[in-house]
């Protein structure tokens, strides 16, 4: 399990009940709301005052739900970004709060049909929205993106082709990666991303792994592959630069939380011969 992925001992129900202990997801906005302790707050009803409950799953016995902050910040609490969150719930929480804001948002994002904006209802065997006046189902949205790190060189020579978009953190740089369009296959897609992002083609393009990114609701699939040729060309307004960096003198690179840096450890593991 990685930490933006749910616990395999989860068991989803949008239908659980509360308990004594049931734990609660609530956000302010995108902000996940925690105790003075950092902690998640518990309790057979939300110990604060919230909306748009939604019912998550079972956890080890203890069911999870979902909830948006009504009204301001009581004493005694405190919010956070959900990416601050990392470290102080655990990997196991933390899968469980990025599932959490995603139906949530899915929630909020799907009051009214987009046919005919008849008022929707939760379904009832199912996670979806439904509506009862011409029957359109609505699901959460799962956005696929591609990503790809190239690579050139061997063993310790090895180099690895990274960008910045002109958001990222000063000096931080990172793999290819994109949205999938519609009709696109994986592969087409990751290849589509690299010739427009920086204007190089690749070979050996090969499934390394995935990871559910819940920034709002993103699904990165990983992928490796080798560099075929082409000059570095930077895409306008999307990519600041690019350039290849070898694996013994990389720059500020991604949290090690990402997929993003789960694909250039990997290569540099394999560059210096640790695995």
């Not at 709301?33 to 019912?55: H, K, M, N, W």
């Not at 006046?133 to 310790?156: D, K, W």
């Not at 994109?178 to 083609?201: D, K, M, Q, Y």
Request: aromatic share 8%.
């Amino acid at each position: 399990m990685n930490a933006t992925s749910l616990p395999d001992a989860f068991q989803r129900d949008p239908h659980a009940a509360p308990g004594p202990d049931s734990v609660w997801f609530v956000f302010d906005g995108h902000r996940l709301i925690l105790t003075a302790q950092e902690e998640l707050p518990t309790g057979r009803a939300a110990p604060l005052p919230v909306t748009d409950t939604s019912g998550l799953g079972d956890l080890n016995g203890r069911t999870m739900f979902t909830a948006a902050l009504d009204g301001g910040l009581p004493d005694g609490y405190v919010s956070v970004p959900v990416r601050s969150a990392f470290g102080m719930l655990g990997d196991t929480l933390m899968g469980v709060a990025g599932y959490a804001s995603q139906i949530l948002e899915f929630h909020r994002t799907h009051r009214y049909c987009g046919r005919c904006a008849t008022p929707m209802q939760d379904s009832a065997h199912e996670r979806s929205r439904v509506c009862p006046n011409c029957g359109l189902t609505a699901y959460p949205r799962v956005a696929p993106v591609a990503m790809v790190l190239i690579t050139r060189g061997h063993g310790p020579d090895t180099e690895v082709l990274l960008a910045r978009g002109p958001n990222f953190p000063p000096g931080m740089y990172s793999a290819i990666a994109g949205f999938v369009e519609p009709s696109e296959t994986l592969e087409v897609a990751a290849h589509r991303e690299i010739a427009e992002e920086v204007g190089v083609t690749v070979t050996d393009l090969q499934y390394a792994f995935s990871q559910p990114w819940p920034f709002p609701h993103s699904l990165m699939i990983g992928f490796t592959a080798r560099y075929q040729g082409g000059e570095i060309t930077p895409q306008p307004g999307e990519i600041e630069d690019a350039r290849f960096f070898p694996v013994t003198a990389l720059p500020k690179l991604p949290p090690r939380v990402s997929i993003a840096r789960a694909l250039i450890d990997q290569a540099v593991q394999r560059a210096l011969g640790h695995v």
